[in-house]
C-alpha cells in the first residue's frame, strides 16, 4: 500500500509551515502553538498515518510516513516550506530531509535525535492502553482507573485519554490503530540513516529534563547536519511544546524566517 490521504487542518496566512505530532498524538496536541503562529504562517496540522483522523493502515515506517506528507504537500501546491515534527513526528521530518530535501526550506526537530530508541520504550504505556476495552467501559474516568495501574504519571494519562472518543451508538473507540502502531512498534523506534551530509538549516529543538537527546546526540548529529542548531529548552521533558508552549512559541517565530 503506497501513500494515504492524511487529515489536516489549515490555518494562518503566511509561509507554509507543516508541524507532524509524537507517537499516539495527533494534531489537536499542537493547536495552542498553531494558534498564536497562524499570524505569521500558515500553518499545516497533520494527523499521520493510524493517528487522529488519518486511515488506519496495516503498514507503517517512516518511509510511507513520509510519502503521505509528500501527498499532502503534492495536494496543496507545497514547495519551499518550513517542517517541524516532534518525536515520531521528528523522524518523519528527517526520513523527508534525507530523501526528498529539495522541498524544505528550514526544519525543526522537536525532542529526538535519529538514532535508533529502545524498542521497549513504550511497553508499559501499550500494557496500559491494552488494559482499556473502550466498547465496554462507561467513562474516560473509568478508563484512567484502570490506566493507573500502570501509568502514575496524571499528565501523561491525560495526553492518552485525549484519544479516547465516544460513539454514537454508546461506549468508546481509540482514535489511533493501537493493533497496527504495536505491530510495527520495531520500525517507530529504528533509525533515519544517512549516507551523506544534509546542507539544509535544522534546529534541535529539546527539553533539558528529556532524555531523547543526550550529550552524545549533540556530538554526533552535527556530523550528519552541517548547519545544526541545538535549542534547549530549560526544565522542559519530552513534551516540550505542552510544557514550555510560549518557548515553543518563540522558537518558532525565530528559527522560521
Known amino acids: 500500500m503506497g501513500a494515504v490521504a492524511l487529515n489536516a487542518k489549515i490555518l494562518g ?35 499521520l498515518r493510524n493517528h487522529g483522523r488519518s486511515p488506519h493502515t496495516d503498514e507503517m515506517n517512516y518511509r510511507l510516513m513520509a510519502e503521505d506528507v509528500l501527498q499532502h504537500c503534492r495536494t496543496h501546491g507545497l514547495n519551499n516550506v518550513f517542517l517541524a515534527g516532534h518525536s515520531m513526528g521528528g523522524k518523519v521530518v528527517l526520513e523527508i ?23 521497549e520504550g513504550h ?3 501499550f500494557q496500559a492502553l491494552q488494559a482499556v476495552d473502550p466498547s465496554i467501559i462507561q467513562s474516560r474516568n473509568q478508563a484512567d482507573v484502570l490506566m493507573s495501574e500502570y501509568i502514575s504519571d496524571f499528565p501523561v494519562r491525560q495526553f492518552l485519554l485525549k484519544n479516547l472518543e465516544r460513539l454514537p451508538t454508546g461506549g468508546f473507540s481509540w482514535k489511533f490503530n493501537l493493533a497496527s502502531i504495536q505491530a510495527n512498534y520495531g520500525d517507530i523506534a529504528s ?23 543526550t550529550y552524545e546526540d549533540l556530538k554526533s548529529l552535527p556530523r550528519t547536519f552541517a548547519h545544526c542548531r541545538f535549542w534547549p529548552v530549560e526544565g522542559a521533558g519530552h513534551w516540550v511544546h505542552a510544557e514550555r508552549p510560549d518557548e515553543t512559541v518563540r522558537a518558532f517565530r525565530e528559527w522560521f524566517v
Open 13 to 47: 496566512k503566511g509561509p507554509d509551515l507543516i508541524i507532524l505530532h509524537g507517537l499516539l498524538g495527533s494534531l489537536d496536541n499542537w493547536m495552542t502553538v498553531a494558534n498564536q503562529i497562524s499570524d505569521s504562517y500558515r500553518v499545516h496540522l497533520i494527523d
Open 97 to 119: 530531509l534525507r530523501d526528498q530535501g529539495g522541498l524544505v526550506r528550514k526544519a525543526m526537530v522537536i525532542d529526538i535525535g535519529s538514532r535508533a530508541y529502545p524498542s
Open 123 to 125: 511497553s508499559i504505556i
Open 191 to 213: 533509525s533515519v540513516v544517512f549516507d551523506q551530509q544534509v546542507f539544509i538549516p535544522v534546529c534541535f529543538l529539546y527539553g533539558t529534563g528529556s532524555d531523547y537527546i
